[in-house]
Nanobody, 114 residues
Framework: VQLQASGGGLVQAGGSLRLTCAASGSTRSINMIGWYRQAPGRQRAPVALLSNLGSTIYSDSVEGRFTISSDNTMNTVYLQMNSLKPEDTAVYSC?????????WGQGTQVTVSS
């Protein structure tokens, strides 16, 4: 499975961004897909995950502000980020668990200015 992330950028606090992750290859084997992020000096951590059964998981820090969704095939996954805060600044990476293996896309930088 190949993952292509896009949509990062610079936004002021309180603003919104939408990230897109386009999956290709053996996408029928996707069990879970979503986003992790890594802020400077911190470990990579999960942000939002979507299962092939439609269930979602959000980190406590983004619950109520971020929404993960996908098209019917899970080939394209979106992360709508609202009410952004400076602490949301990080490199956001698309992730998938497919056929028992994990795959990562390249990161996209999100910078939130105060």
């Amino acid at each position: 499975v190949q993952l292509q992330a896009s949509g990062g950028g610079l936004v002021q606090a309180g603003g919104s961004l939408r990230l897109t992750c386009a999956a290709s290859g053996s996408t029928r084997s996707i069990n879970m897909i979503g986003w992790y992020r890594q802020a400077p000096g911190r470990q990579r951590a999960p942000v939002a995950l979507l299962s092939n059964l439609g269930s979602t998981i959000y980190s406590d820090s983004v619950e109520g502000r971020f929404t993960i969704s996908s098209d019917n095939t899970m080939n394209t996954v979106y992360l709508q980020m609202n009410s952004l805060k400076p602490e949301d600044t990080a490199v956001y990476s698309c992730y998938t668990l497919a056929g028992g293996k994990t795959y990562w896309g390249q990161g996209t930088q999100v910078t939130v200015s105060s």
